[in-house]
């Protein structure tokens, strides 16, 4: 028994039919808006959405932020593990009586902080830089705390340490500005 040769495969010419290409489309679910208002292209960008529009409303300054927030984190970073008695110096006036490692551990803590926020400056994900930007707001208000509690417990209030804690304030504020803007749902035209 020989077997016979199978015939050509002729291509089906409803493929090319824009109509029912179209059909297609629409049972597949794709090419309509969703909720939101997004033409998704495929079945992929729709289940993993697309994080092109984000890239269009950036709030305004918010990479500058970010830049200023990484570059400053890394200094203060650096400072605390090469002067760490320098350091404390500035904020509470006195010298550190005991050894310096604490304030080489919260400088090691800050440098971890600080490559979170060189990773959220180059990320263009909406979700990285919004963790990026809750990671520094818990830094302040966890700073503005225990500073404040460290000097009430010391009964001092240096001018050095006024400033830390108005700047804390101001940088929590800015930082949970620009994640309350990243969190807003845009509004539809």
Request: proline residues 4%; aromatic residues 10%.
């Given at each position: 028994?020989?077997?016979?040769?199978?015939?050509?495969?002729?291509?089906?010419?409803?493929?090319?039919?824009?109509?029912?290409?179209?059909?297609?489309?629409?049972?597949?679910?794709?090419?309509?808006?969703?909720?939101?208002?997004?033409?998704?292209?495929?079945?992929?960008?729709?289940?993993?959405?697309?994080?092109?529009?984000?890239?269009?409303?950036?709030?305004?300054?918010?990479?500058?932020?970010?830049?200023?927030?990484?570059?400053?984190?890394?200094?203060?970073?650096?400072?605390?593990?090469?002067?760490?008695?320098?350091?404390?110096?500035?904020?509470?006036?006195?010298?550190?009586?005991?050894?310096?490692?604490?304030?080489?551990?919260?400088?090691?803590?800050?440098?971890?902080?600080?490559?979170?926020?060189?990773?959220?400056?180059?990320?263009?994900?909406?979700?990285?830089?919004?963790?990026?930007?809750?990671?520094?707001?818990?830094?302040?208000?966890?700073?503005?705390?225990?500073?404040?509690?460290?000097?009430?417990?010391?009964?001092?209030?240096?001018?050095?340490a006024i400033l830390l804690?108005?700047?804390?304030?101001?940088?929590?504020?800015?930082?949970?500005?620009?994640?309350?803007?990243?969190?807003?749902?845009?509004?539809?035209?």
């Open positions: 028994m020989a077997s016979k040769p199978h015939p050509p495969l002729m291509k089906k010419h409803s493929q090319t039919d824009l109509i029912s290409r179209l059909k297609s489309r629409k049972i597949l679910g794709v090419g309509g808006e969703d909720d939101d208002g997004e033409v998704h292209r495929s079945k992929i960008s729709q289940m993993l959405g697309n994080e092109m529009k984000f890239a269009m409303r950036e709030p305004i300054g918010l990479r500058v932020w970010i830049l200023i927030s990484a570059v400053g984190f890394t200094a203060m970073a650096l400072m605390a593990l090469v002067f760490p008695n320098q350091c404390y110096e500035v904020v509470f006036e006195e010298e550190l009586s005991t050894t310096s490692i604490s304030v080489r551990l919260y400088g090691g803590a800050l440098l971890s902080l600080a490559i979170i926020m060189w990773n959220g400056l180059y990320t263009a994900e909406k979700i990285v830089i919004q963790w990026t930007l809750l990671s520094e707001a818990c830094y302040f208000a966890i700073q503005f705390l225990v500073t404040s509690v460290t000097l009430i417990e010391m009964g001092i209030l240096p001018n050095a804690l108005l700047s804390r304030v101001l940088f929590l504020v800015v930082t949970m500005a620009y994640y309350y803007h990243l969190g807003r749902r845009p509004k539809k035209v």
